[in-house]
């Protein structure tokens, strides 16, 4: 069965639903996302995908939940609605003591990923996106510490066997808005930048914008060097092909002409921890005739044998890389590149957005791409919309990653309740968790955007970031 199909069904039956609830209520006939939610008692959400959806999942499980696993219900403590049967521990509260004793767990928890650690434990290595602005900033250890001026870095948490907190301490400090990143097929977590400030604004000391490597079992053994090579520029997310070593990475630019995609050819390819540091060459996707990503509308669409320009100046010492001369033909650009996965034999990168009035070459609402190295082939592989609100920086999708229980988990970064919403091969969308972070004006929560989504090596427990106030939480339950 086509799977558009059965999505358009879907939302047909949610927006008939939708339109009986506002007409009861006597309210505009507009249909957005957050009335779906209220109307459906948030067992699933107003996101439309179309396109073929069962080429994200490559790899995963079957065995996905049919109609999500029910409506969330609220929790007493305030903090963190699940479905029956879920259940949550936080691990890690902003302000609170380091284990370590090196200071409090930093603000703005936000990219994460899991390792296996000693005896049944896990590892979690985990972004702290902190400007200079920041309440809590990463304590700053020797040998750990890039840049004294930096406010930014990596927590390491040691999990047991039973899931509870056995160590918590610093992997990196010293860097600047860590947002996303990646894990190498080696067990150590890349941590991304996302800025360009240069040695002498805003209280640097050096130039930021790169990729730093975090080994979570032994962060001294990676220490605090940039890799200069991976380039220079406002980093979102990576991924590493497992076969080739190649690194892939997006480019989260906030002006136009917004952020390119780039591919990382290392000298030394999958050659271990600190093998990134002996260089290699950048490069970024050229889309012959298409400038713009944006403007490809139709899921499915395909470019055969697209090109990498190599970069002029990876550092930037004077231009930024998306600004630079890349000869004839130019360079293909897209606005609001966040999520980077490797799954199968290709890379998944997401566009959460583009507006016109913004500088983009259209609007849309998301897009998800596929790259298949083999064949140079890149496929527009899901659209999101159009029937949702889903279109702003506030409302939109943000860090992803595969379930093991099969197909995605997705964070929302918006205005009003935050959702982390699960994804079906065949379209469905429903709610796992909503943040409920009640710690300001009495009856007033402050809704702090998730991050983070990971799951431990069993599948077991899903942990999530909430940005701010920074918790981490781990979610157990039947998971199917």
């Known amino acids: 069965m086509d799977p558009r199909r ?27 996302r957050r009335q779906i939610l209220a109307c459906t008692g948030a067992s699933a959400a107003g996101i439309a995908f179309t396109g073929a959806l069962g080429e994200l999942f490559a790899g995963s499980a079957a065995a996905e939940p049919r109609g999500g696993y029910g409506p969330l219900l609220p929790d007493p403590a305030g903090l963190l609605d699940l479905p029956a049967g879920f259940s949550y521990r936080v691990l ?6 380091l284990r370590s004793g090196e200071g409090p767990v930093p603000s703005h928890c936000d990219g994460m990923s899991a390792f296996a650690g000693p005896d049944g434990g896990v590892r979690l290595v985990r972004n702290h996106e902190n400007r200079p602005e920041a309440r809590h900033p990463v304590p700053h250890v020797p040998g750990l510490t890039y840049d004294p001026g930096g406010k930014g870095g990596c927590t390491v948490l040691g999990l047991g066997a039973d899931g509870g907190v056995r160590a918590e301490h610093v992997g990196i400090s010293g860097t600047a808005v860590n947002c996303a990143g990646g894990p190498t097929p080696w067990n150590t977590w890349l941590t991304c930048e996302e800025t360009e400030d240069k040695a002498g604004t805003k209280g640097y000391a050096k130039d930021h914008g790169f990729v730093f490597e975090v080994d979570p079992a032994d962060p001294h053994r990676t220490g605090a060097v940039p890799l200069t090579a991976l380039g220079r520029f406002a980093h979102e997310a990576v991924a590493v092909d497992p076969y080739t070593g190649i690194v892939y990475e997006t480019e989260d630019a906030f002006d136009h002409p917004f ?3 780039y591919r990382f050819l290392p000298e030394r390819p999958l050659g271990g921890t600190g093998s990134l540091r002996a260089g290699g060459t950048l490069e970024a996707l050229r889309v012959p005739g298409v400038p713009d990503l944006s403007v490809v ?13 190599p970069v002029p100046d990876p550092g930037a010492a004077g231009t930024p890389i998306r600004f ?37 070459g259209a609007t849309h609402f998301g897009q998800v791409w596929k790259y298949e190295p083999r064949g140079r082939r890149l496929t527009l592989a899901v659209s999101f919309g159009p029937d949702t609100d889903v279109r702003l920086p506030g409302e939109s999708p943000d860090n992803i990653c595969l379930a093991p229980t099969g197909g995605l988990m997705v964070c929302e970064d918006g205005a009003g309740a935050q959702h982390v919403f699960g994804v079906t091969r065949r379209g469905e969308v429903y709610a796992v968790a909503r943040g409920r972070q009640d710690v300001g004006t009495p009856g007033a929560p402050e809704w702090g955007e998730f991050a983070g989504v990971t799951f431990s090596p069993d599948g077991a427990t899903m942990y999530v970031n909430c940005y701010t106030p920074g918790t981490t939480f781990a979610v157990t339950g039947p998971w199917r």
Do not use: N
């Not at 630079?324 to 959460?352: M, N, P």
């Open 6 to 32: 059965g999505i358009a069904h879907t939302r047909a039956w949610y927006t008939q639903r939708v339109h009986t609830c506002l007409r009861r209520e006597g309210r505009p006939m507009s249909v957005t």
């Open 92 to 97: 890690s509260r902003e302000g609170e003591p």
């Open 259 to 261: 952020g390119l995609f």
């Open 297 to 309: 509308r139709e899921a499915g669409t395909v470019f055969e044998r697209v090109e990498w320009v």
């Open 324 to 360: 630079q001369d890349f000869g004839r033909g130019g360079i293909t650009h897209a606005q609001k590149l966040e999520g980077c996965y490797w799954g199968g034999r290709a890379v998944y990168f997401v566009s959460s957005f583009a507006r016109a009035s913004d500088g983009s």
